[in-house]
């Protein structure tokens, strides 16, 4: 009965096994694409967006220029430097338009103004205090340990033996 339904089962198995391999064969040629055609006809003018596209932050993205991300916004940003770029404005001020148009954020070195202060000296205001807080701990910590009782030289003694893994010389152990 087993050979029975195993043979009912071969034609199916084969039939499937034809039409894959027909199916490798055919496939490749079908899905092959053609190399896909630059975004701009002009290299230097590409080099050039791509340059300021990596000093431009993306706004939606955490921590990437706006050549990296693949955001909706990113891509408008981009296409906005190349248009303004082919229309002949410089990067200085395509630079201004964006940050007139969306803040210091948009730039990933912005400028050290009253408003950027924290951010340029966050970061040593932070070691400076860690510093500081560090010191007086330490400082605390050796005041602890100097006013902290001291062991006789019979405690001492009982201890190393402890550690050493050997009984006390002379003192029963207490319960």
């Keep these: 009965m087993r050979a029975r339904s195993f043979r009912h089962l071969l034609p199916s198995a084969v039939s499937a096994l034809l039409f894959t391999l027909i199916l490798a064969v055919a496939a490749p040629p079908a899905f092959a694409a053609d190399e896909a055609a630059p975004l701009v006809t002009d290299p230097q003018l ?6 300021l596209s990596h000093k431009l932050r993306c706004l939606v993205c955490q921590n990437q220029s ?12 981009r296409n906005q430097v190349r248009e303004q770029l082919a229309a002949g404005k410089s990067e200085e001020a395509v630079v201004d ?3 007139a148009r969306y803040g210091d954020f948009v730039l990933y070195l912005p400028p050290f103004k009253g408003i950027t202060l924290l951010l340029w000296l966050g970061p040593a205001l932070l070691l400076v205090a860690g510093a500081g807080w560090l010191g007086w701990r330490l400082r605390r ?9 001291h062991l006789t030289r019979d405690e001492r003694a009982r201890a190393r033996a402890l550690l050493d893994g050997t009984s006390p010389s002379s003192e ?3 319960s």
């Design 172 to 174: 029963e152990p207490r």
């Design 97 to 99: 338009y964006l940050v």
């Design 46 to 51: 590409e080099e050039r967006v791509m340059d």
């Design 141 to 149: 910590r050796a005041e602890e340990v100097r006013s902290a009782p």
């Design 66 to 77: 706006i050549a990296e991300s693949n955001a909706p916004l990113a891509l408008d940003l």
